[in-house]
């Protein structure tokens, strides 16, 4: 006679691909990462959502052209359902509006944070695939997306700042809340093989004092039909399919899509809002 275990494989949801893109400051062109990066698996036919998780400064919508009337700060009054709220794009990506300069939702407390998450196991409808395009820097949603998501994506440019701030978001997420792997985009490479160069520069520093494994996904070169598809604000892959950023893009998405996704609870969306409920605002410490 089957066991229950057995009927819980069969009528599981399935597996969702939850992917947090994350830098170690602003200016790393990470939202428009995110932004392509789900454009890329929604017209590869992945059901695609992304959430905006820079609550307190959410730009997702501007660069999409998009105009939210309402946002995760009515999902967290209970004025709105949260499926009240999400748009959804051109291409088919169901888009998670957060508020822009509104101080208090960029400093949640952890129930706050919670009652958000929670509004996620209501949603209709399967998803294969959720980005979370988080806040820049350390803060304490920065670090509960990238401890919650199965994969995070570092976006790193060729920069000293960038090469410095990317090795603390690893180091704190290495050592304080014991993540271990981290794939790692080089953004707005002028020349081949530099992506390849500055991530070397950054494994040698990992090597030598963390105990972390990076796994290099390519680059993305500076493009000028990037910044005009930012001006006319759609995604690149919809404006200039064609151009070498866009190329590029597509194949991230085809990179990511073989990313290994976990077996059983962990490999669905309610692990991921479960994780996300469990965990207590992160405290920083001084790092030596």
Known sequence: MPQPEAYARDFAPPPVQVI??????????????????????ARAGRATMLLDGDLGLANVDVLLGLTPRCTLEHVLSGER??????????????????????????????????????????????????????????????????????????????????????????????????MRQFRVLANMTRHAGQGDSVFRRLQRVTDRYLEVTLDFVGEIPEDAAMRMSVQAQRPLLEAYPSSPAARAFDRLARVARRWPMPDGPSGRMEFFLERMLRRPAPKLKVLK
């Open 20 to 41: 947090a893109v994350t830098g170690g400051k602003g200016g790393t062109g990470k939202t428009a990462v995110s932004v392509n990066l789900a454009t890329a698996f």
């Open 81 to 178: 359902q949260l499926e009240e709220v999400i748009l959804k794009t051109s291409s088919g990506v169901r888009v998670v509006p957060a508020s822009s300069g509104v101080a208090r939702m960029a400093a949640l407390k952890a129930t706050e944070q919670a009652a958000i998450v929670r509004a996620f196991s209501t949603l209709p409808g399967s998803l294969d695939v959720l980005i979370v395009d988080t806040a820049a820097g350390i803060s304490d949603s920065v670090l509960q997306f990238c401890q919650s998501a199965q994969q995070v994506l570092v976006v790193l440019r060729d920069e000293p700042t960038s090469l410095t701030d990317t090795y603390a978001l690893i180091k704190i997420l290495s050592r304080s809340h014991g």
